[in-house]
């Protein structure tokens, strides 16, 4: 339940020096990184879809430590049916969920910190996941999508941080909750294909709820299910 290792310094992510660290709260408060602008709760950061693979300090004039880029993070599925699973370097980073309005990540946090201890600032087009107190952030990433942040939320529970973002564009597949400077973080070709049937399956469920489309299954390619007839309803 610690923060092990999650970011390499070799790693192509724009993340901060936290990554040098064996838990995420042995952190340094003499860091280099200056992250006084992601602390605070009127910071806005508007992240456009051409600079999607650059971070949220870096739009922020915020400088960040570079990390060389590295071929060793993956997502694969989770042991939870629909849940996926960030690694780097063989260390879980975080695990991520979706259904057609929301996609929730879910974070190990130590198991003595508090809500009240933690920096969570959710963006339009970015996410900022840190300790109080200290200099860097673990987690200072582009979303893959656009985040509807009136309707976002955070908790913890057990340990587990919970960060739900609400998608603006409901019924809209994500192949990734957060977008580093290579795929690394999203999903391969046929399981985007596996997320948009589940997805789906979701909204027939939620637009016939006398039916049950539970193992249901479609031939060739699935339909999106953002744009499917018409478009998915909006309630």
């Not at 300090?57 to 060793?72: L, N, P, R």
């Not at 879910?106 to 996410?127: M, W």
């Not at 046929?190 to 589940?198: A, D, N, V």
């Not at 027939?204 to 193992?215: A, S, V, Y």
Request: aromatic share 10%; glycine share 6%.
């Amino acid at each position: 339940s610690i923060f092990c290792r999650y970011i390499s310094k070799h790693y192509a992510f724009h993340m901060s020096r936290l990554s040098d660290y064996s838990k995420f709260d042995h952190i340094d408060s003499d860091d280099e990184c200056d992250t006084e602008k992601h602390t605070s709760k009127n910071n806005s950061v508007d992240v456009s879809p051409e600079t999607t693979s650059r971070s949220v300090s870096e739009k922020a004039g915020v400088v960040a430590t570079g990390i060389a880029e590295a071929t060793t993070g993956t997502t694969k599925a989770g042991l939870e049916e629909g849940r996926y699973v960030f690694e780097l370097n063989g260390k879980k980073v975080y695990e991520w969920e979706q259904s057609l309005e929301e996609v929730i990540i879910y974070i190990e946090t130590p198991p003595d910190k508090k809500a009240s201890d933690l920096i969570v600032n959710i963006h339009s087009n970015g996410l900022q996941v840190g300790l109080k107190h200290h200099n860097c952030l673990f987690i200072d990433e582009v979303t893959y999508s656009k985040v509807n942040t009136a309707e976002s939320s955070w908790y913890m529970d057990s340990n587990i941080l919970h960060i739900i973002l609400m998608k603006v564009h409901r019924g809209e597949t994500w192949e990734g909750a957060l977008r580093g400077s290579d795929r690394h973080t999203t999903v391969d070709p046929l399981t985007k294909e596996q997320i948009k049937q589940q997805l789906m399956i979701e909204r027939f469920q939620e637009e016939n709820p006398g039916f049950d489309f539970r193992g249901a299954t479609f031939n060739g390619q699935v339909p999106d299910p953002r744009t499917f007839m018409g478009g998915v309803k909006y309630s």
